[in-house]
T-cell receptor, first 111, second 115 residues
C-alpha cells in the first residue's frame, strides 16, 4: 500500500538558516512525488514535483527536493529560510491523480 | 497556474441540517475533481473522486449517503454533507485536474462547523 511518512511534526529554524524537511514513502512502482505548502486556513500550493529524470528538482520560492530511490526519500530543502516560509508542508506520493499525503510538518521561523 | 475556487470558505450549521460546498475550476475544464477532508493536526484524507457526468467513486470508509458528490459540469463539483453532525466538523478541500495525470490544483478549502 502507498504511504508517506514525515517524521517531524514541528521544526523551528532561524530566519536565514538552511532547512530540510524529511519525507519517506512506500510505493509499489516508480512514484510521482510532490511537496505542497499550506498556510493557515488556506488550500494547498504546489512547491515542486518529481515525475522522472533529474533527481534534484527545483521548485518555487527557492525550494528544491532530491529523490533518492535507494532511501525511498524525497526531502525538501531550502538554503536560507525567510519568515514568510512559516507554514505547514505536506509530502505526497501518487500515480495518476490520486495522492496520498503525509501528516505534514509545521515549520516555524524565528527571527 | 490554474485556479480552483471553493465556496463558502466558512460555514456554520446546526446538527441535522445539510450543507453544500461548491468547487469550481475558474479557468480550465476539470474532468476530474477530488474531495479531501483534513482533520486538525492531521493530513488530508481523500474522500472521493468525481468525474464529470458520472457517479463519484468513494474511498473505503466514506459514507456515500452522507457525503453526496455531484459533478454536473466540467467546471463545478459540489459536496453536500447531509444530516450534519458535530463530528463532521472539518476542513474540506477540493482539487481538480484537466485530465488523468495532469497537475492537481487545490481550492482554498471550506471550514465546516456543526453545532
Amino acid at each position: 500500500a502507498q504511504s508517506v511518512t514525515q517524521p517531524d511534526i514541528h521544526i523551528t529554524v532561524s530566519e536565514g538558516a538552511s532547512l530540510e524537511l524529511r519525507c519517506n514513502y512506500s510505493y509499489g512502482a516508480t512514484p510521482y512525488l510532490f511537496w505542497y505548502v499550506q498556510s493557515p486556513g488556506q488550500g494547498l500550493q504546489l512547491l515542486l514535483k518529481y515525475f522522472s529524470g533529474d533527481t534534484l528538482v527545483q521548485g518555487i520560492k527557492g525550494f528544491e527536493a532530491e529523490f533518492k530511490r535507494s532511501q525511498s526519500s524525497f526531502n525538501l530543502r531550502k538554503p536560507s529560510v525567510h519568515w514568510s516560509d512559516a507554514a505547514e508542508y505536506f509530502c505526497a506520493v501518487g500515480g495518476g491523480n490520486k495522492l496520498v499525503f503525509g501528516a505534514g510538518t509545521i515549520l516555524r521561523v524565528k527571527s | 497556474g490554474a485556479v480552483v475556487s471553493q465556496h463558502p470558505s466558512r460555514v456554520i450549521c446546526k446538527s441535522g441540517t445539510s450543507v453544500k460546498i461548491e468547487c469550481r475550476s475558474l479557468d480550465f475544464q476539470a474532468t476530474t475533481m477530488f474531495w479531501y477532508r483534513q482533520f486538525p493536526k492531521k493530513s488530508l484524507m481523500l474522500m472521493a473522486t468525481s468525474n464529470e457526468g458520472s457517479k463519484a467513486t468513494y474511498e473505503q470508509g466514506v459514507e456515500k449517503d452522507k457525503f453526496l458528490i455531484n459533478h454536473a459540469s466540467l467546471t463545478l463539483s459540489t459536496l453536500t454533507v447531509t444530516s450534519a453532525h458535530p463530528e463532521d466538523s472539518s476542513f474540506y478541500i477540493c482539487s481538480a485536474s484537466e485530465g488523468m495525470g495532469g497537475e492537481l490544483f487545490f481550492g482554498e478549502g471550506s471550514r465546516l462547523t456543526v453545532l
